[in-house]
């Protein structure tokens, strides 16, 4: 009894010597992403940088790799963070579903009414779900970043509804429900890595694409020949902010819990970021001679890509779906 006594006094006197676990551990960690510094993406990340160094009074650096400096795409920089070769990693949901499947059931066309339906949504227990189905992957998804409402751009036609824009062939996401619903609207969609895009419009291989206005803004697609904006909100994409398991694990329970907290509070920030700024770069956008076409009729699309949510709504759970349509 008495040893056992001495011996946990010992531990605690240890402890208050050396300071709380957290207080020996540091580390130089990298944060990657498909996106330049000036995307809302790089934003966010370097006011996560900033405060976890300012929150660990300089124990945990880290740094910036934007513009798929450390991989092709976001399919092989997600590989990297399983591997524990990359250690933070703000994507897109494109490839994702790869390594969490469940994580697809965000990508249906139409699926959120507007972004106070998506906050409501990613910020709460379907959210945490979907965050935390990851870990089987050796992922540690932290919180919801924003990539935001995706719109279809092109090189030759003002498409004003679905008709419009039958035929048209333009570049996807490496995610099967978004390739289903393109075809199903009459278009020829062709999946591609990120990095390959900007040349594949240039040299007209593709005719389009789709993604939100700051990606089409900070890519300078106008230079890549892209003439017609249009407007359809289609789909919103969120960016899981994920972390490799490896080195989350590998921190003390103060960081980790640090890293939690630290990662909603940025996450709230780049969306505002990212929202607050979009009607400005439109403007910048048509200021570039690419024609904005704001009166599209986005039912048109809605009903074209029905039949892709009928053959694949089976995939995930019912009630998942119905709680994430009802959500108020
Ligand atoms: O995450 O691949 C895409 O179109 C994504 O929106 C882009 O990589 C940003």
Known sequence: MKRALAL???AVLVVLWIGPASAQYKAT?????????DHPYMVGAQKFADLITERTKGRIVIKLYPSNQLGKGEREMTEGIQQGAIDLLVTS??????????????????LFRNVNHVDLVLDGPIGRKLL??????????????????????????????VVDAKGLKIRTMENKIHLSAWKDAGLNPTPMAWGEVFTAL???????????????????????GQKYFSLTSHVYSPAPFIMSKKTFDAMPKE????????????????RKVNRDAEEAKLKEIAAKGVTVI???????????????????SSQFPKADIETIMNAK
């Open 29 to 37: 960690m990298r944060l990657a992403s498909a996106l330049p510094m």
């Open 255 to 270: 960081d980790q819990a640090l890293f939690l907290e630290t990662s909603y509070e940025v996450g709230k920030f780049q």
């Open 93 to 110: 949901t494109g490839p994702l579903g790869g390594f969490s499947p469940s994580i697809n059931i965000l990508d249906f066309p139409f």
């Open 202 to 224: 240039q040299q007209r291989v593709i005719d389009g694409q789709e993604n939100p206005i700051a990606v089409f803004y900070s890519s300078k697609f106008w230079d890549a």
């Open 294 to 312: 704001q009166d599209v009729d986005r039912e048109s699309f809605k009903k074209a890509m029905g039949p892709t949510y009928e053959a694949f």
């Open 8 to 10: 946990s006094l010992a």
């Open 132 to 161: 935390d189905d990851f870990e089987k992957a050796q992922i540690k998804a932290l919180s919801f970043w924003e990539n935001g409402f995706r719109h279809l751009t092109n090189s030759k036609v003002a498409v004003r509804n």
